[in-house]
């Protein structure tokens, strides 16, 4: 049985509260950083006197994120000891030689749907294999009106805008934190600016990282990261136009490939 047909229980609880987990942080801690935000933001609201429109929706958000997080801490503890006892499991378990066993993804599924109705056979759409291509292929420009243009290789993507792949502000006339964020890694910066980083900054990698993938329709992580310098891209970024941008982390020089930003992709 290859490693493609197992999970590990974190994946799978992934899957079950509908998570994109970062590989480099535990489940947990995302699922909670996500809650953090959302109580932050709430109360933020509070005193900043928002409407009661307002108000009600970030409220919702927060409960919304609570939940989930004490929906993900749950179902590990009961996949924990669904496990403890193979023999009266419809679990398949595969022992691997250090850490948690990993599963057999039909079984824990069926698992998920009988137990829970909890499906998390859906995959999402991944870039055809006989492309072969990389997040290392990609080049971005971005530009002052806010549009991106995208070559992954030889081949230009469609023209985007912000607000396509949600990195505009509410009002639509100004990036938000995640375009800022994005903006600041063509100027050699990484993120964050200390480390670790903490729960609002794992948010934001999360929220970028779904940003590009929908922007190049790849579904791997677009970031390398390690815990000294953050997060790095993987691709190439340039901005155009002299674009200036507020963002509010501090720039570190890394190492970024040239290419061609004198005009837009033909």
């Known amino acids: 049985m290859g490693k493609q047909d197992t999970i590990s229980i974190e994946e799978a609880v992934a899957r079950m509260v509908n998570v994109d987990c970062d590989s480099h942080f535990p489940l947990l801690e995302m699922t909670d950083a996500f809650r953090e935000e959302a109580e932050v933001e709430y109360e933020n609201a509070i005193m900043d006197e928002v409407s009661m429109d307002m108000l009600e929706r970030l409220r919702l958000r927060m409960e919304i994120a609570r939940a989930r997080h004490d929906l993900a801490k749950n179902l590990l503890e009961e996949l924990r000891h669904e496990i403890k006892k193979p023999e009266d499991s419809e679990i398949e378990i595969v022992p691997v030689s250090d850490g948690e066993p ?33 997040w290392e292929d990609v080049k971005i420009k971005i530009y002052e009106d806010h549009q991106i243009d995208c070559r992954v290789g030889d081949k230009k993507l469609d023209t985007v805008s912000f607000s396509d792949v949600g990195l505009m502000g509410v009002r639509k006339d100004r990036p938000n934190k995640y375009g800022n964020i994005l903006a600041s890694f063509a100027v050699g910066g990484l993120y964050p600016h200390t480390t670790p980083p903490r729960g609002n900054e794992r948010v934001a990698m999360t929220n ?28 190439q970024i340039r901005l155009i136009d ?25």
């Open 242 to 266: 002299h674009m200036k941008y507020s963002a509010d982390i501090s720039a570190r020089k890394v190492t970024v490939e040239s290419f061609d930003d004198t005009k837009r992709y033909p």
């Open 208 to 235: 970028i990282r779904k940003s590009l993938q929908k922007l190049t329709g790849f579904n791997d992580d677009p970031f390398s990261y390690d815990a000294v310098h953050g997060w790095k891209p993987r691709f």
């Open 102 to 134: 990993r599963l057999e993804f039909v079984s824990v599924s069926f698992w998920a749907t009988m137990n829970y109705g909890i499906d998390i056979s859906k995959k999402a759409a991944r870039t055809k294999k006989k492309d072969k291509a990389r």
